[in-house]
């Protein structure tokens, strides 16, 4: 399998069930946008940090667990209703939010120590979120989980991430930038960086199936 072909199925996919990934996640980012422009209103430069992270804990959890259940879902051939699949995201938002809450530390402190650090976290800890949510493991298990099998798939794995996951840091950079003092072009701008994000747990779940054995019935 190369990254050609991982970034070829998982847009296959993302296309093909784009109208569920837009009824299910867009207003989850919308919201999500909109809570982070709220917190920014109300912060100091000092506190603004915390309230962008407080923001992305509360809604990035939710609409990436119901993606990742939508597709092992369709993976099993299921075709569950919205309701379901959403309720199945806030049943596991909780851990999820603790997880990416600590891989999001993890990855700020590797990468206060010359970006490499960071990016060797950001690669090896990217299984996590998939055994969590499909799995049923704990945060801690499931980043031990990831540790271990992203074992001899590291180059791989970068590829996918500076493909996909570092433009689309980038342009989250510049966005604040170019879109300051407009609300409405922010709300739309992160609504593409998040459908853009979106796409990239299509893809990383398209090499987690690959990856990891399946479970015994």
């Keep these: 399998m190369t990254v ?3 970034l070829r199925d998982a847009w296959f996919f993302y296309t093909r069930h784009l109208a569920v990934v ?21 912060s100091t430069e000092q506190t603004l940090p915390i309230q962008d992270l407080v923001a992305g804990l509360l809604f990035y959890p939710l609409y990436t667990a119901v993606l990742i259940v939508l597709m092992d879902a369709r993976g099993k051939n299921q075709h569950p209703s919205n309701v379901w699949l959403l309720s199945q995201a806030f049943q596991r938002w909780l851990p999820l939010a603790v997880l990416v809450g600590f891989t999001s530390s993890l990855i700020i402190l590797g990468g206060a120590l010359y970006i490499l650090p960071g990016i060797w976290v950001m690669v090896k800890a990217s299984m996590s979120e998939y055994l969590l949510v499909q799995r049923g493991l704990s945060p801690l298990e499931a980043l031990r989980d990831s540790f271990i099998l992203t074992r001899g798939r590291f180059g791989l794995i970068l590829s996918c991430v500076l493909l996909t996951l570092f433009p689309l840091m980038a ?3 510049l966005s604040v930038q170019w879109t300051q003092g407009d609300p409405l072009l922010r709300v739309l701008t992160d609504a593409v960086l998040g459908l853009g994000q979106s796409y990239t747990t299509v893809l990383f779940f398209r090499l987690y199936m690959l990856i990891v054995p399946p479970v015994a019935s």
Excluded at 23 to 29: A, D, T
Excluded at 30 to 42: D, F, K, P, V
């Design 22 to 42: 837009l009824s299910l996640c867009l207003p989850l980012i919308i919201l999500e946008s909109l809570t982070r422009q709220a917190l920014e209103h109300w």
């Design 4 to 6: 050609f072909s991982l």
């Design 171 to 173: 342009l989250d950079v």
